[in-house]
């Protein structure tokens, strides 16, 4: 009987194990390395390092431009709520330029 139970428990600890590893390479993987760095005309910078994609952020002031330096496509609006207004669609590594300061929030989609 204890050889059963010790069998059961093994493979329940293996499973667990497995289940952790999983699942902690997989959280891994839904972010964007690199940092995404955004300035206002008056030359105050703000920037995101290694953000985790499909969250919205919000800028700590409206910006002109914007810079992804991630390798995730990034979606920069207008309005401080993602998905609202309008959106320009920076790939990784490119850099959007709107010469007045009107960007206000940032996501990141694979």
């Known amino acids: 009987m204890n050889a059963v139970l010790?069998?059961?428990g093994r493979a329940a600890l293996a499973l667990g194990t497995a289940l952790v590893l999983a699942t902690g390479l997989s959280t891994s993987a839904h972010g964007a390395s690199g940092s995404f760095t955004y300035r206002s005309t008056s030359g105050?910078?703000?920037?995101f390092v290694d953000p985790p994609n499909n969250t919205c952020f919000f800028?700590?002031?409206?910006?002109?431009?914007a810079e992804n330096n991630t390798n995730t496509q990034a979606k920069v609006y207008d309005s401080t709520v993602c998905g609202s207004g309008a959106v320009r669609n920076v790939p990784p590594h490119g850099v959007v330029d709107v010469g007045s300061d009107s960007l206000?929030?940032?996501?990141?989609?694979?």
Do not use: K
Not at 44 to 47: F, K
Not at 104 to 110: A, E, G, K
């Open 6 to 8: 010790s069998r059961a």
């Open 44 to 47: 105050l910078v703000g920037n």
């Open 59 to 65: 800028f700590e002031f409206p910006a002109s431009r």
């Open 104 to 110: 206000n929030s940032v996501q990141f989609v694979p």
